[in-house]
C-alpha cells in the first residue's frame, strides 16, 4: 500500500512545511469507511481525508465510459468544495486555504497549487483497488473558538457508511466514529 506515503505528501503540500506526522498506517481498504484526519494548529486547520474511491464515485477502475469520467469530475468538484463539506464552528472564523486532491484517474488538474512535483502520483493498488485523498488548510481569525467540525461529506456521497476521525488539537488528541446523522465531530 501506498497510502500512507501518499497521505503524507498530500498533507505536505497543504502545509508547506509541516512535519511528516502523516506517516501513519492506513485501516484497512473497506468499501463504506474512510477516514479523516483533523489538526489544528495556531491558526491553521488541516484536514486530510482519505477514501476508498468506490465511496465516491462506485467504481475502481480507470473511467472507460462518459458516464464514469462524468462520476469522477463530479467527485472532484464536490471534493474541491472544501468550505460545503467541512465547516468548523462559525465563531472561529475559518477560510478555505488550499484544497488538495490525489488519485489514480484524477480528471481535472492534479495541482491547486505551487509545489514542485518530486512526488508520483497515487497508483492504483495492485489488489485492484483505489483510493483518493484529499487535504485542506483552513485559516481560522480565532483558533480558540473552534469547538467542532461539521462534516457534509455523508451528504455528497450517498455510498459513504462511515468515517473513521482522529484529531489533534490545542485540547488534545482523540478519536471518533462519525456516520450520517451523526457528523458532527468534537474539536
Ligand atoms: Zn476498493
Not at 473511467?63 to 464536490?78: I, L, N, V
Not at 464552528?89 to 481535472?108: E, I, K, T, Y
Not at 483505489?130 to 483552513?138: H, P, S
Request: aromatic share 4%; net charge negative.
Amino acid at each position: 500500500m501506498k497510502s500512507a506515503v501518499l497521505a503524507a505528501v498530500v498533507l505536505a503540500g497543504v502545509v508547506a512545511g509541516a512535519p511528516a506526522r502523516a506517516q501513519h498506517a492506513h485501516a484497512a481498504h473497506e468499501h463504506g469507511v474512510a477516514e479523516l484526519r483533523v489538526v489544528a494548529e495556531g491558526e491553521a486547520l488541516v484536514v486530510e481525508f482519505a477514501s476508498p474511491l468506490d465511496n465516491l464515485v462506485g467504481f475502481e477502475h480507470p473511467p472507460r465510459t462518459p458516464a464514469e469520467r462524468k462520476a469522477m469530475t463530479d467527485a472532484e468538484a464536490a471534493l474541491r468544495n472544501g468550505a460545503g463539506l467541512f465547516q468548523p464552528s462559525a465563531a472561529a472564523n475559518c477560510r478555505l486555504a488550499d484544497v488538495a486532491l490525489d488519485s489514480p484517474w484524477l480528471q481535472g488538474k492534479h495541482h491547486d497549487h505551487g509545489h514542485d512535483h518530486a512526488h508520483a502520483h497515487a497508483e492504483p493498488a495492485s489488489d485492484g483497488h483505489a483510493e483518493l485523498v484529499a487535504g485542506y488548510r483552513f485559516e481560522c481569525a480565532r483558533p480558540a473558538a473552534l469547538e467542532s467540525l461539521r462534516i457534509g461529506l455523508f451528504d455528497a456521497f450517498p455510498r459513504l457508511r462511515e468515517l473513521r476521525a482522529e484529531r489533534a488539537t490545542a485540547r488534545g488528541q482523540g478519536a471518533a466514529v462519525l456516520k450520517a446523522g451523526q457528523a458532527e465531530l468534537p474539536l
